[in-house]
């Protein structure tokens, strides 16, 4: 059973591009939630979503930022038009129940130059 | 003030002492979850806790739900226990984090 994977792992975009970030959760997992570690910062979540809904997005930045998670395929964290201050690391993890252990991937290190 | 307050920030130790890391929350929780994050940058859950205690290996951790705390011990510490070890409280969903503990065990 593969572990919840991410890509791309390293990420580097210019002022103004989009970046798309990927996670497939573990196999029988529904659960998939986003973090964000800013560099020297600890990490904040940003999202939680089930198969084709957005359960909480409260810690997700009002404009640029949105998830999915369809039915079929990877969830996707999308950032448009990123700024410098977008760098961080980005963290997902599933479950197969939201009070059960979440796993982690890799993450994604986004660099915006 | 932080909703998850952890202590120390940072910690030596000689390999075999025995550590311990600090948790305290302030927020209603359904559970309490232990993470240690790798020099790579790689998250392992290690233990998820609603009340009492677990044991895995080396690692101890505890919880006391009346006074919004748990420890985190480490039994023989080992250079390959160096990492950060992060507490993270659970309340409706979604996870609160600590800052993190950096641990650094030294031969």
């Known amino acids: 059973n593969a572990g919840v994977m991410q890509n791309p792992r390293h990420l580097v975009r210019r002022r103004g591009q989009e970046a798309r970030l990927r996670c497939s959760p573990m196999?029988?997992?529904?659960?998939v939630y986003w973090y964000r570690q800013l560099p020297e910062e600890g990490l904040k979540f940003m999202v939680y979503?089930?198969?084709?809904?957005?359960?909480?997005e409260s810690g997700m930045p009002k404009e640029r930022f949105s998830a999915e998670f369809p039915k079929e395929g990877p969830s996707i964290l999308r950032i448009q038009q990123v700024v410098r201050g977008d760098s961080a690391a980005y963290f997902c993890?599933?479950?197969?129940?939201?009070?059960?252990?979440?796993?982690f991937g890799p993450g994604t290190r986004l660099t915006v130059l | 003030k932080n909703e998850v307050e952890q202590s120390p920030q940072n910690l030596t130790a000689q390999e075999g002492e025995f550590i311990t890391i600090n948790c305290s929350y302030s927020v209603g929780i359904s559970a309490l979850h232990w993470l240690q994050q790798h020099p790579g940058g790689g998250i392992v859950s290690l233990f998820m806790l609603s009340s009492g205690k677990k044991k895995h290996g080396r690692l101890i951790a505890t919880i006391n739900i009346q006074e919004k705390h748990s420890s985190l011990h480490i039994t023989a510490s080992h250079p390959r226990d160096s990492a950060v070890y992060i507490c993270a409280v659970r309340g409706l969903d979604k996870l609160i984090f600590g800052t993190g503990t950096r641990l650094q065990v030294f031969p």
């Open positions: 979503l089930q198969k084709e809904n957005i359960i909480d």
């Open positions: 993890a599933s479950s197969p129940l939201p009070p059960d252990t979440q796993y």
């Open positions: 196999k029988g997992h529904s659960h």
